[in-house]
Every structure is written in structure tokens, then in C-alpha cells.
Antibody, heavy 118, light 107 residues
Framework: EVQLVQSGAEVKKPGESLKISCKGS????????IGWVRQMPGKGLEWMGI????????RYSPSFQGQVTISADKSISTAYLQWSSLKASDTAMYYC???????????WGQGTLVTVSS | EIVLTQSPGTLSLSPGERATLSCRAS???????LAWYQQKPGQAPRLLIY???SRATGIPDRFSGSGSGTDFTLTISRLEPEDFAVYYC????????FGQGTKVEIK
């Protein structure tokens, strides 16, 4: 079974750094792009960027370029999303998802809730 | 960036009724690059339709997708209790974008 399992919920203060993870299993991790999607409280889905774990080729949405860093460690089949200095507006649920075929997302991880509050 | 506009924002229907959800793109989208997702409260989105009209594995045949160019439709032929949820369309061209979602609620 193809699965993406994300790290647990985080509560952070503004200005702190954070790295959340997404571990893939049940398929060749290096052969598929992995994407990250933000969902702010009560809002819709926003595509943040994608990474190809095979060679770490990374693409960002213009809205998130420079705001986050996407990386991957293919030796442990894990992708990451990180912030160097969190803001309250980063409070959201973050999902990872595998890109399949021409680029639809399937499956999705269970989500990581990030709360940034002083 | 391609903007996707979904309508209506909320659809109030009864079980057994037909649901028709619209997704309109700001510029032409190749049919091969349009997907639909379902999201229930507290859950991650789930792929329903890809390539505008192909059902994902395990998706019941009451779900169907159609359309081309700038106008796409997701149809649920007869609503089951488990179908009440939020539905998103997505285009996956060079910079993927999602619609803002349509909530299908019980009337």
C-alpha cells in the first residue's frame, strides 16, 4: 500500500524555526515528485511546491518562493518542509502528496498542523 | 497563474439527488491536466477524478467528470450520505492551482 506519513502537530512561537516531515512507503520514493499543500484554518488548498527525491530538483509556487524550503533525504524516503522564521500567518494544516502521472496528487499524507502563537 | 473558480460555493441537496459542480478556468486547461478531490472534515483530500474524466482507483461510478477548455464539471449522480463534503478542482500545469472549493451539504 502506498502511504505518506507525516510528522506530528507542532506549536511554535513567532521567529522560531521548524522542519516537518513526510515519509513515503510502498513505492519507489525516488521515482515520484512529492508536493506540499497548505490549508489555512477554514480555507481552501494552496500548492506550495514540489521536489523530485531522485535528484532533489525543486519547484516552488511564486507565492511561497523564499518563504519555505523543500528538501528530501532519499536514503530514508522522507521529504521535508521547513521555515527559518515562523510567523503567525504560517498557522495552517500542511499536507504532503505524491505527484502521479501528469501531476495529480495521490495519495495524500494525513496532514501536519502547525500553530504559531506567542 | 491559472485561476480556477468553482460554483456554487455551497450546494444544499438531499440524499439521492444529483449534484452538479462547476469549475471554470481563467485560461484554457488541457483536459489531461484537471483533477477533482473530495475532502471531509478532519481528513486529508482524496483524489476522485484525474484527466478531467478518469475515476481514481476505488471511486464509485456515481462520480463522473467532464468538460474541456475552460469549463469542467463534476457530477455525483445520486448522493449518498458519505458524499457530503467539500470538493476541489485542480489544474496541474506548470504551476498547479486549486479552486476555492464547493461544499455539498445536506438539505
Amino acid at each position: 500500500e502506498v502511504q505518506l506519513v507525516q510528522s506530528g502537530a507542532e506549536v511554535k512561537k513567532p521567529g522560531e524555526s521548524l522542519k516537518i516531515s513526510c515519509k513515503g512507503s510502498g513505492y519507489s520514493f525516488t521515482s515520484y515528485w512529492i508536493g506540499w499543500v497548505r490549508q489555512m484554518p477554514g480555507k481552501g488548498l494552496e500548492w506550495m511546491g514540489i521536489i523530485y527525491p531522485g535528484d532533489s530538483d525543486t519547484r516552488y509556487s511564486p507565492s511561497f518562493q523564499g518563504q519555505v524550503t523543500i528538501s528530501a533525504d532519499k536514503s530514508i524516503s522522507t521529504a521535508y518542509l521547513q521555515w527559518s522564521s515562523l510567523k503567525a500567518s504560517d498557522t495552517a494544516m500542511y499536507y504532503c502528496a505524491r505527484h502521479v502521472g501528469l501531476g495529480w496528487f495521490d495519495p495524500w499524507g494525513q496532514g501536519t498542523l502547525v500553530t504559531v502563537s506567542s | 497563474e491559472i485561476v480556477l473558480t468553482q460554483s456554487p460555493g455551497t450546494l444544499s441537496l438531499s440524499p439521492g439527488e444529483r449534484a452538479t459542480l462547476s469549475c471554470r478556468a481563467s485560461q484554457s486547461v488541457s483536459s489531461s491536466y484537471l483533477a477533482w478531490y473530495q475532502q471531509k472534515p478532519g481528513q486529508a483530500p482524496r483524489l476522485l477524478i484525474y484527466g478531467a474524466s478518469s475515476r481514481a482507483t476505488g471511486i464509485p461510478d456515481r462520480f463522473s467528470g467532464s468538460g474541456s477548455g475552460t469549463d469542467f464539471t463534476l457530477t455525483i449522480s445520486r448522493l449518498e450520505p458519505e458524499d457530503f463534503a467539500v470538493y476541489y478542482c485542480q489544474q496541474y500545469g506548470s504551476s498547479p492551482t486549486f479552486g476555492q472549493g464547493t461544499k455539498v451539504e445536506i438539505k
